[in-house]
């Protein structure tokens, strides 16, 4: 099956820094990868997704990079803020079979930005 | 768009009864729904797919007599923890995926169940 390793598990920046999560997974097959934020309490949240034609792909101050080859994808938020503090999750599902769609999640990065 | 409730937010039952736990997609039709279990500062582990119509897919270690799951229309499936212990304490969440073709899930606001 899949396997998803997320690094780091704990990130601390200063307002206004940017902050980058990495994500490698296993199966060369994997064409969605997903970053979902969670707060305290609350449910996971889809912020930035990328597909497997897709190099890069920004929205405001959050991206998603990929590189199949080396089979990792990474998360970027730049101008860190406050709210952006919570655990971020990377994901692959898988792409056929019975188990279509099942995801695999990584470890999950908690992120803390100090004002 | 891609709404997902869960009922209810919190539970506290006593041990040995029983507690269901209800997903909905409120927009939309959901084919596939995923359960899962969340420890503190852990990741989601997946306990189960919920496919409209048939059994569930357990994964290795889930047992299905205890997380019994119910998928009878296209918009609800249903998680009953059967005879609940106090190490079933958790936060349960439960996702759905848009569509076939479509990778999208979106997850509901998640359970927590407090056996006592």
């Known amino acids: 099956g899949e396997n998803v390793e997320q690094h780091p598990s704990t990130l601390s920046v200063q307002e206004g820094d940017s902050a980058v999560i990495k994500c490698t997974y296993s199966?060369?097959?994997?064409?969605?990868f997903p970053w979902y934020k969670q707060e305290l309490g609350k449910r996971p949240q889809l912020i930035i997704d990328?597909?497997?034609?897709?190099g890069e792909k920004k929205d405001q101050r959050i991206a998603v990079t990929l590189n199949k080859t080396a089979k990792h994808f990474s998360l970027h938020i730049t101008e860190t803020q406050p709210e952006d503090s919570a655990v971020y999750f990377c994901?692959?599902?898988?792409?056929?079979?019975?188990?279509?769609?099942?995801?695999?999640f990584g470890q999950g990065t908690i992120l803390t930005v100090h004002p | 768009g891609a709404v997902v409730s869960q009922h209810p937010s919190r539970v506290i039952c006593k041990s040995g009864t029983s507690v269901k736990i209800e997903c909905r997609s409120l927009?939309?039709?959901?084919?596939?729904m995923f359960w899962y279990r969340q420890f503190p500062k852990k990741s989601l582990m997946l306990m189960a797919t919920?496919?409209?119509?048939?059994?569930?897919?357990?994964e290795q270690g889930v047992e299905k007599d205890k997380f019994l799951i119910n998928h009878a229309s296209l918009t609800l499936s249903t998680l009953t923890v059967t005879s609940a212990h106090p190490e079933d304490s958790s936060f349960y969440i439960c996702?759905?995926?848009?569509?076939?073709?479509?990778?999208?899930?979106?997850f509901g606001p998640g359970t927590r169940l407090t056996v006592t």
């Open positions: 990328i597909r497997s034609n897709v």
């Open positions: 919920s496919n409209e119509g048939s059994k569930a897919t357990y």
């Open positions: 996702s759905a995926m848009v569509g076939v073709g479509a990778y999208e899930q979106y």
């Open positions: 199966d060369s097959a994997s064409n969605y």
């Open positions: 927009d939309f039709q959901a084919t596939t």
């Open positions: 994901a692959t599902p898988n792409a056929g079979g019975t188990s279509y769609g099942k995801l695999t």
